[in-house]
T-cell receptor, first 110, second 117 residues
């Protein structure tokens, strides 16, 4: 089983749609969880950290379920500029490298 | 403040040549990471530095790959006798304090695109 698994998509949605991405991780000892965004031929950029209590940043909501080892990202009112690859990222333990999922590609059309 | 910078941004080399890739982390960040991303693929971890030491080199694909960090700042990734399969974007990231959950977020540089002919 891969350490971090994501549905690769692509997800093709119209502007204004709500879209949800899911991610599972295999190591129950993982401590830090993130969603990164990567635009074509660009470096990954932090979108948001994911906390146990769930967190929201504008149109973006992230949830963590430690019992199920599951992370989600919800994007409401999708914009054209949201088109990118969304990477689910887990840090096995403090002081180690990030483990990246392969990413989920989102394409928002007008 | 300045982010993570990498140089060169693009490097084209011939098979068999050695290349050096440079990373300047965010000032004050104690940890530095190298990753590789082949075209259309996910990110692969290569090596991690805490200060000038490398506690985790597990991702280096062969002994042709080496890296060093000096002054708890700049890092150089060296690939000897390059092969065509080394062609990829090499990304560097740094984090403030990887030993605390609240400060272990990694910030990436723009990458070096390496093409081996």
């Amino acid at each position: 089983r891969k350490e971090v698994e994501q549905d690769p998509g692509p997800f093709n949605v119209p502007e204004g749609a709500t879209v949800a991405f899911n991610c599972t991780y295999s190591n129950s000892a993982s401590q830090s969880f993130f969603w990164y965004r990567q635009d074509c031929r660009k470096e990954p950029k932090l979108l948001m950290s994911v906390y146990s209590s769930g967190n929201e940043d504008g149109r973006f909501t992230a949830q963590l379920n430690r019992a199920s080892q599951y992370i989600s990202l919800l994007i409401r009112d999708s914009k054209l500029s949201d088109s990118a690859t969304y990477l689910c990222v887990v840090n096995r333990e403090a002081g180690t490298a990030l483990i990246f999922g392969k990413g989920t590609t989102l394409s928002v059309s007008s | 403040g300045a982010g993570v910078s990498q140089s060169p941004s693009n490097k084209v080399t011939e098979k068999g040549k050695d290349v050096e890739l440079r990373c300047d982390p965010i000032s004050g960040h104690t940890a530095l990471y190298w990753y590789r991303q082949r075209l259309g693929q996910g990110l692969e971890f290569l090596i991690y530095f805490q200060g000038n030491s490398a506690p985790d080199k597990s991702g280096l694909p062969s002994d042709r790959f080496s890296a060093e960090r000096t002054g708890e700042s700049v890092s150089t990734l060296t690939i000897q006798r390059t092969q065509q399969e080394d062609s990829a974007v090499y990304l560097c990231a740094s984090s403030l304090n990887p030993l605390a959950v609240s400060t272990d977020t990694q910030y990436f540089g723009p990458g070096t695109r390496l093409t081996v002919l």
